[in-house]
């Protein structure tokens, strides 16, 4: 399974694991400080109001698309350990190098992740991550 790229994929999700955490924190600190609703303006009026929703949507947008990140990663670096790390949890194939290079936190193959996205793509018209 892999064993000569873990340690790699092991010092890299751990890295973007720091970088996410950090940005995350940031994100909560500056929405908590709430330094934008500073500019916006009093908050009184309507259209204040309005961007400040907008801001307070679009950085609880990036939250929980940080924590999304971060889970993802959690659940890599749990493979690692485990030893399930690059085997696709459909197929239980390995998990292509060059797949893993580009998604470090995949758990499905190439072939098993497209045939999921066709099926949720046909049921709701989106993507299936
Ligand atoms: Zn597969």
Known sequence: MHSEYVDSFSSDLARTRADLLSEYFNCQ?????????????????E?????????DQMTLFKLASFKK??????????????GDYGICSCCHSEIGVARLR?????????????????????KTGKTAC
């Open 69 to 82: 990140q971060l889970d993802q990663i959690d659940r890599a670096l749990n493979m690692i350990k485990s």
């Open 102 to 122: 580009s998604v470090p936190f995949a758990v499905h193959c190439r072939d098993c992740q497209e045939q999921l996205d066709r099926q949720v793509r046909e």
């Open 29 to 45: 600190r500056e929405m908590a400080s709430g330094e934008y609703r500073k500019v916006v303006g009093s908050g009184l009026e």
């Open 47 to 55: 259209g204040d109001r309005s961007t400040m929703y907008h801001f």
